[in-house]
């Protein structure tokens, strides 16, 4: 069997960037009969940047709402809140010992975020790859889907796997990679000209999944452009180029096609290309906003899928945490 973890931090209800790049993944992992497929909500990281305790009850119900409308199956998958598996933090304290200051300090996402949040630089932050190397080894998994942000992560956590490995002479942990359907991960680019579509990016930014038609029209509609091409064949700039990256999720190839045609020859008009483009969306997006809205409410239900999602995920973390006890010699009578 082929062990495969992920997980999404309950900061803001997902947007399309989250389904596409990961959540899309989980789904068609999930399907795999040789997958043993465990899905959480991260809700621990969470608390490195976000701590308004009833916006968080709000967000992890939404979250789990959100991975069962874009299809994953209780009945086929682990579905799961972090905090409930109590193995994962003290998987995550007995890897700190493992984990270097240094190392930590040159993580891309650390140092992005220590300029955003100067304020609160908190050893959480710090530790924030160790605790999901814990997320990850906890389960002694192989594959984690997720975006070509979470890339170096995933590096961080095979090192720690390794370090384990070598440290105490054992071959207990595999050396999970990073995952993609197609060869590469990917990275859904956001609506105001920026590469990354993200929570945290602003109104006019994201696509988020529970979003009305109307709104997803306005927002295409006021997406960032430029003037348009002046010259044949010429390259395209990055508001444009974002424009024929969404177009080429949501859109038919011909329909692609067609506009990157109109564009060579310089008779494109961005405003056809984004009202074709809304629409698409739109069309693309309603199936998921509809289920959302009908599970949302439903809070029973999300109840009973993550309580019995905690109890097979906690057997699985507890036997690896009760391996590691015995390992590091922490088994004294
Ligand atoms: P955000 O960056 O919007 O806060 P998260 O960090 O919670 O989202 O990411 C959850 C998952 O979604 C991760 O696997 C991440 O790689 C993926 N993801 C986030 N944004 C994008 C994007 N723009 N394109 C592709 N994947 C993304
Ligand atoms: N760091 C991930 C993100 O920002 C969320 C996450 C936490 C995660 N633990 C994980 C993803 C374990 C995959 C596996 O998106």
Redesign the pocket.
């Known amino acids: 069997m082929e062990i495969v973890?992920?997980?999404?931090?309950p900061t803001g209800i997902l947007h399309l960037g989250n389904y596409y790049g990961?959540v899309r993944n989980y789904v068609r992992l999930g399907e795999d009969k040789n997958v043993k497929g465990y899905f959480?909500i991260?809700d621990y990281?969470s608390l490195t940047t976000h701590n308004n305790p009833a916006e968080l009850k709000v967000l992890v119900k939404q979250t789990i709402a959100t991975y069962l409308a874009c299809g994953l199956d209780p009945e086929k998958v682990v579905i799961y809140v972090?905090s409930d598996l109590p193995q994962i933090p003290e998987l995550y304290l007995l890897m700190n010992m493992l984990a270097y200051k240094g190392e930590l300090e040159k993580v891309a996402?650390f140092k992005d975020k220590i300029k955003i949040h100067k304020e609160n630089i908190n050893a959480g932050l710090l530790t924030?790859p160790v605790?999901?190397a814990a997320?990850?080894i906890i389960h002694r998994a192989h594959k984690?889907?997720?975006?070509k942000?979470?890339e170096q992560?995933l590096e961080m956590t095979r090192n720690f796997a390794k370090r384990f490995n070598s440290r105490y002479e054992v071959d207990f942990f595999p050396e999970p990679i990073a995952y993609n359907f197609g060869d590469e991960l990917v990275k859904v680019p956001g609506l105001d000209g920026s590469t990354k579509m993200s929570k945290t990016g602003g109104e006019t930014n994201a696509i988020f999944l529970n979003e009305e038609p109307e709104s997803i029209r306005k927002k295409i509609m006021r997406a960032k452009s430029d003037g348009g091409p002046t010259t044949m064949n010429q390259e395209k700039p990055q508001e444009i180029i974002n424009l024929f990256e969404l177009m080429k999720i949501v859109s038919t190839p011909d329909t692609l096609a067609f506009f990157d045609n109109a564009y060579n020859n310089c008779v494109i008009r961005y405003g056809d290309m984004k009202k074709q483009l809304a629409e698409d969306m739109v069309n693309y997006l309603t199936p998921i906003r509809t289920r959302i809205n009908e599970l949302i409410n439903n809070e029973a239900y999300l109840q009973r899928v993550v309580s019995r999602g905690a109890e097979e995920a906690r057997e699985s973390a507890a036997k690896t945490i009760s391996e590691v006890r015995k390992i590091m010699g922490i088994s004294y009578f």
């Open positions: 973890v992920s997980g999404t931090r990961a959480f991260a990281h972090q996402t924030y605790l999901m997320d990850i984690v889907p997720v975006g942000d979470q992560h």
